[in-house]
């Protein structure tokens, strides 16, 4: 397949519009991700960029628009807001931003392109006017101080935060408010990551080497200084590279496949974690999916990495169920388990407009359903690794816990544990057990 950047532009009052809509949805309960995936592939960058950062900077944005709107304005008329507003918040680590007047200009036009917000022309740019005004004001006038938290997270999720990280929960919500950094996992059965490193130094993009993290080594992780769409990457289309966080590049080491494994990856989409597995190692792989629409996408990411082969199978099953399963035990289990996914709000902005303090307990039963399950699956003296993308103990280190004390022949062994955000890596827990006899 060849690499080709696409030409086309979507213009920002367009952009913008979209963003609000996106926007709009999510509050009604959609997923972000489900939205963006509608979109054409020249309309998701920016759109994609634009309500990312509006969800980032919810707080602030609606602090002012308080300030300067008298009545709470309809939601199509707040949501465009919002959008254009975060944009007057970007700082420098955010890359070139546009003009003021660019801005208010684009942000009234797409008033005027939206049924919806037709009417407020005038109002959005009077109020946008006077936030751009605040937010620059002269040298010797006032100045608004940058928020204390920047991005809204819930007040169950909040309390959580402090109640079980009393002394760093705000650095874990301020490494959350940020843009997420570009990491990837170069494919090692094509690459070293200094040979891949020299493709991108030839294509002027500058790479820095992620070593390790939680003292295992990575010897695959490269972070972009400045992110760069993956069309632009060399080899992406052929497989030579993957966009993974340095975090989840993890479970790959922690499991140690080897040639000839019998590997279950239980809950499998979108397929990273599966790929890096086969890079590692000439293993049996059997990727399983409950939503078949999320399975297509690890056949996908399998394509391009040229990992598909009859050692390979993708199937779409619950694995809090035996029915797809043919009774053949696995020498190891990846068990990356459905969760809040409260560690990887920096890339998912959406996640604490969606999740509620009473998905926590279901979705912790369902973690233990399928943990279970995939115990009666594994050989004795096999691996499973328990893996979510949270930051609550309810679905990492209570998790282990509880695990090992219903199942006696649950040996745990060495595994980083709770992983909290930072500038290289998303929060997750990982917690590996071995099977000590049937």
Not at 26 to 44: F, I, K, P
Not at 84 to 104: C, M, N, Q
Not at 272 to 284: N, R, V, Y
Not at 286 to 313: P, Y
Request: proline residues 6%.
């Amino acid at each position: 397949m060849l690499e080709q950047k696409n030409t086309r532009n979507l213009p920002l009052f367009e952009a913008m519009t979209i963003a609000a809509q996106a926007i709009t949805e999510v509050m009604n309960g959609r997923s972000l991700t489900e939205v963006l995936d509608q979109l054409d592939a020249h309309e998701r960058p920016i759109v994609q960029s634009l309500s990312f950062d509006a969800l980032r900077k919810w707080v602030r944005s609606h602090e002012l628009i308080k300030q300067f709107v008298s009545k709470a304005p309809p939601i199509e008329v707040d949501h465009l807001l919002s959008v254009a507003i975060a944009l007057f918040l970007r700082d420098g680590s955010e890359g070139k931003g546009y003009p003021t007047h660019t801005i208010v200009d684009q942000a009234v036009k797409a008033c005027s392109e939206y049924e919806k917000t037709i009417y407020a022309k005038g109002m959005v740019n009077a109020v946008l006017r006077k936030i751009s005004q605040a937010l620059q004001p002269p040298a010797d006038g006032p100045h608004y101080p940058p928020d204390p938290i920047p991005m809204y997270v819930p007040a169950w999720w909040r309390a959580k935060l402090k109640r079980n990280y009393s002394k760093v929960w705000q650095q874990i919500l301020f490494a959350q408010a940020k843009r997420a950094p570009l990491i990837l996992r170069v494919n090692q059965k094509q690459y070293s990551r200094e040979q891949y490193q020299t493709l991108l130094n030839d294509a002027g993009i500058e790479s820095t080497a992620i070593d390790s993290i939680a003292g295992i080594s990575l010897p695959s992780a490269l972070l972009i200084k400045d992110p760069v769409p993956v069309s632009e990457l060399p080899g992406f289309y052929s497989g030579s590279v993957s966009v993974q966080d340095a975090g989840a590049q993890l479970a790959a080491y922690l499991l140690n496949p080897q040639a000839g494994d019998l590997i279950l990856d239980a809950c499998a989409a979108p397929g990273g974690k599966t790929a890096h597995l086969l890079e590692l190692a000439d293993c049996q792989m059997l990727a399983l999916e409950i939503d078949n629409e999320r399975s297509k996408k690890i056949s996908g990411n399998l394509d391009r990495l040229r990992l598909h082969s009859e050692k390979v199978k993708v199937v779409c099953g619950d694995a809090a169920k035996n029915v797809w399963w043919n009774g053949e035990l696995f020498d190891k289990i990846l068990l990356d388990a459905p969760c809040s996914a409260s560690g990887i709000v920096s890339r998912h902005p959406d996640i604490p407009f969606l999740r509620r303090e009473a998905d926590i307990l279901s979705l912790q039963r369902k973690q233990r359903e399928i943990l279970n399950q995939s115990w009666k699956m594994l050989k004795p003296e096999g691996l499973l690794l328990y893996v979510t993308c949270s930051v609550f103990p309810e679905e990492g280190e209570d998790q282990a816990i509880w695990f090992a004390q219903q199942h006696a022949n649950a040996v745990r062994l060495s595994a980083p544990g709770q992983l909290l955000p930072s500038g290289a890596n998303d929060g997750f827990y990982y917690a590996l057990f071995r099977k000590n006899g049937p």
